[in-house]
C-alpha cells in the first residue's frame, strides 16, 4: 500500500488554470503561485450554490476522516456530473510536524499539491503571524515610550505557528537606558498558536479589504486603568497589519487526485478557535459551483456548533446537509474497547460508544434543524453485524448511515454518500441555532453545554467571572460565543468519552474578541498553545538530496 505523500506524488496534476476553468474562472482573475495552486483576485461573490457542511463524532486516536471523506465526497459528487467546489482549511505546521503529519486529506481522496499544501503553502500562515506579532511589537513599543494610551493589562499576545510549549510563559523586557521618555519594561507574556490567533479569526470571518481593516482596528490589545479597552486603532495599528495580508486575503485554488476544484483558506483549530475555513473560501465555492463541500474542526459539538451558531450568523448562510463522519473502530473506542484489539468485533463495545455519534446527529437535526447523513468510513476488518448495527441505530434516529470507501477509491468509493447527500439537500428547512444572539453570555454558553453537550449546567472561576463584568462595563453585547475544551469529549474532560451526562463544564476565562466580533469561553485544561509529543511526526518527516519527501501524511 502506497503511502499518502506516494500517492500524491505520483499523480499527475492538471494545470491550475484548467481547474479554474471548470469553475469558470478567467486567467485575469487568477494570481498563480507556480503552475498548480493559485489565488483569486475577485472582490465581488454571488453564494448560490448548496451548501454541505462535513462534520465528525467527538475524535479518538482511531481516526475518524473528516477531510478524507469530505474530498471524496467532493469527487463523488464530480462523477455524478455535479459542479462542486470544496472549501477546506489550510493545514497548520503545528500538528503536521506534531500528531497527524500532514491535513491534506489520505489515501486517493487528497488535495494537491500535498506538500506544499501542508508545509508553507502560499503563505497565507505566516502573513497572519507576522501582523499578530507586528501588532504586538506597536503594543510593547506604546508601553515603553510612555504608555500614552494608559495600559495597565496587556491582552493581546504574539503566536507562532509550531507547537512549542516552551513559550506557553515567558518574560520580556526592554531596557530604556539613556532614552528619554521611556522606562524599563518588563512583563509577563505567553505565544499562542496561529491558529488560535485572532488575527486568524478575523482573515477568516472578513468579507472583503475594508471589512478586514475594520476587524484589525478592533482587537483587543489591553485595559486601561478605567477598566476601558483598549484597540488596535488606537495605535494606528490596522492599516499596516491589513498591508501584510493583502494577499493572504484572496482564497487559494487547488484540486483533488480527480481534478475536483477546492479553495483551501484559513486554518483555526476547532477546539480553541473558531474551526472554519475563511468566509471568502466559502463564498467562492458558493459562487462557482453548484454545490459547495465544506468542513467543521474536530466533533460537531466543537466546529459544527461554531460553524452553525457563530460563521452562518457572519456570513449569512446555511448549510443545506450535513454530513456526520465516524468509524467503527472509533465507536468501540468510545465504547470501551481496547486500543489495541480494535480490529476484532465487538459488538457490545460499539453499541456502548454509539450514543456518541446519535448525539450528534440529534443535535444537527433538532437543535439546528438540518439533514443529516452519517458517513462511516469502512475498515476492511469491519464486519457485517457491527455494519448492520450502526446502520439500524442510525435509521431509528431518523439518519441515514452510508458506508464509504473514498480512502480506497476516490470518487468512486464516494458516490453513494454523494447520492445520500444530493438527496438531503432537497429537505433543507430554515436553520435553527442553539441560543438567541440577544441573551446574555452566561445563557448563551448555558444553552451550549445542555443543548449541545448534554450537560447540566455550567460554573465559572473568579477569573471569569471578572471578565464577564469587564465585557459588561464595556457594553459589549449580542455577540455569538465560542467555547474552546476539550475535543474529545462531549464534555470539558477528555476522560468521559460516549454520551456523558450529569456533567456541569466549568468556564476558566472569558476573553472578547473585538475584532473576530466573538467573546471566547475557555473550559477545562485546553491550552492554546500545544505542545509536542514525545515523538512527533517531525521526527519522520525527511527530504532526500534530489527532494522527495517523506513522512507527510
Known amino acids: 500500500m502506497l503511502s499518502d505523500i506516494e500517492i500524491a506524488e505520483s499523480c499527475k496534476l492538471k494545470d491550475i488554470r484548467l481547474i479554474a476553468q471548470k469553475l469558470g474562472l478567467g ?34 486516536a482511531a481516526g475518524e476522516g473528516k477531510t ?45 499539491p500535498m506538500a506544499d499544501i501542508n508545509l508553507h503553502f502560499t503563505g497565507d500562515l505566516h502573513a ?33 505557528d509550531m507547537n512549542d510549549r516552551a513559550l506557553r510563559d515567558i518574560t520580556i523586557s526592554c531596557k530604556a537606558g539613556k532614552m528619554k521618555g521611556c522606562a524599563d519594561y518588563e512583563r509577563k507574556e505567553s ?20 471589512d478586514l481593516k475594520e476587524r484589525l482596528g478592533n482587537i483587543v490589545v489591553g485595559v486601561n486603568s478605567r477598566g476601558q479597552y483598549v484597540y488596535a486603532r488606537q495605535l494606528n495599528a490596522q492599516g499596516a497589519m491589513a498591508t501584510l495580508l493583502k494577499d493572504a486575503l484572496s482564497p487559494n485554488l487547488v484540486q483533488t487526485l480527480e ?149 480506497l477509491k476516490g470518487g468512486e468509493g464516494g458516490m453513494q454518500l454523494a447520492e445520500a447527500v444530493i438527496a438531503a439537500c432537497q429537505k433543507s428547512a430554515p436553520l435553527t441555532y442553539a441560543y438567541d444572539l440577544k441573551a ?30 469587564e ?3 464595556n457594553g459589549i453585547e449580542g455577540l455569538p460565543v465560542i467555547i474552546a475544551k476539550t475535543q474529545y469529549s462531549l464534555s470539558d474532560d477528555a476522560k468521559k468519552l460516549a454520551r456523558p451526562t450529569g456533567f456541569t463544564v466549568n468556564v476558566r476565562d472569558i476573553i472578547y474578541k473585538g475584532g473576530a466580533g466573538f467573546i471566547v469561553a475557555v473550559a477545562g485544561d485546553i491550552m492554546l498553545m500545544p505542545g509536542l509529543g514525545k515523538v512527533p511526526c517531525a521526527e519522520k518527516i525527511d527530504i532526500s538530496a534530489d527532494g522527495v519527501i517523506t513522512g507527510l501524511s
Open 27 to 60: 486567467e485575469d482573475e487568477l494570481e498563480p503561485y507556480g503552475r498548480y495552486k493559485a489565488k483569486i483576485n475577485v472582490k465581488q461573490f454571488s453564494p448560490k450554490a448548496k451548501l454541505i457542511l462535513v462534520t465528525a463524532i467527538n475524535p479518538t
Open 68 to 112: 478524507t471523506v469530505s474530498i471524496g465526497l467532493a469527487d463523488g459528487m464530480a462523477r455524478l456530473g455535479k459542479k462542486v467546489c470544496l472549501a477546506l482549511r489550510e493545514p497548520s505546521l503545528g500538528p503536521v510536524f506534531g500528531v497527524k503529519g500532514g491535513a491534506a486529506g489520505g489515501g486517493y481522496a487528497q488535495v494537491l
Open 128 to 160: 497572519i503571524t507576522s501582523a499578530n506579532n507586528l501588532l504586538c511589537a506597536m503594543l510593547d513599543n506604546h508601553i515603553f515610550r510612555g504608555n500614552a494610551l494608559d495600559i495597565r493589562k496587556v491582552y493581546f499576545h504574539r503566536c507562532m
Open 191 to 210: 505565544f499562542e498558536i496561529t491558529a488560535a490567533s485572532e488575527v486568524m479569526a478575523v482573515l477568516c470571518l472578513a468579507r472583503d479589504l475594508a
Open 259 to 407: 481534478g475536483t476544484p477546492a479553495f483551501i483558506h484559513g486554518g483555526p483549530f476547532a477546539n480553541i478557535a473558531h474551526g472554519c475555513n475563511s468566509v471568502r473560501a466559502t463564498y467562492a465555492a458558493m459562487t462557482y459551483a453548484d454545490y459547495a463541500v465544506t468542513e467543521a474542526g474536530f466533533g460537531a459539538d466543537l466546529g459544527a456548533e461554531k460553524f452553525l451558531d457563530a460563521k452562518c450568523r457572519i456570513a449569512g448562510i446555511a448549510p443545506d446537509c450535513v454530513v456526520v463522519v465516524a468509524t467503527v473502530k472509533a465507536l468501540k473506542l468510545h465504547g470501551g474497547a481496547d486500543k489495541n484489539n480494535l480490529s476484532a468485533c465487538d459488538i457490545p463495545a460499539l453499541k456502548a460508544g454509539l450514543p456518541n455519534l446519535l448525539k450528534h446527529v440529534e443535535n444537527m437535526k433538532t437543535v439546528y434543524s438540518r439533514p443529516v447523513v452519517v458517513a462511516m468510513n469502512r475498515f476492511a476488518t469491519d464486519t457485517e453485524e457491527e455494519i448492520q448495527t450502526v446502520m439500524s441505530a442510525c435509521r431509528e434516529a431518523g439518519a441515514e448511515a452510508v458506508f464509504t470507501d473514498v480512502f
Open 440 to 469: 446574555d453570555v452566561k445563557t448563551k454558553i448555558a444553552d451550549i453545554v445542555t443543548k449541545v453537550y448534554g450537560g447540566e449546567g455550567v460554573t465559572y472561576s473568579e477569573t471569569a467571572e471578572q471578565a464577564l463584568r
Open 471 to 473: 465585557i459588561e462595563g
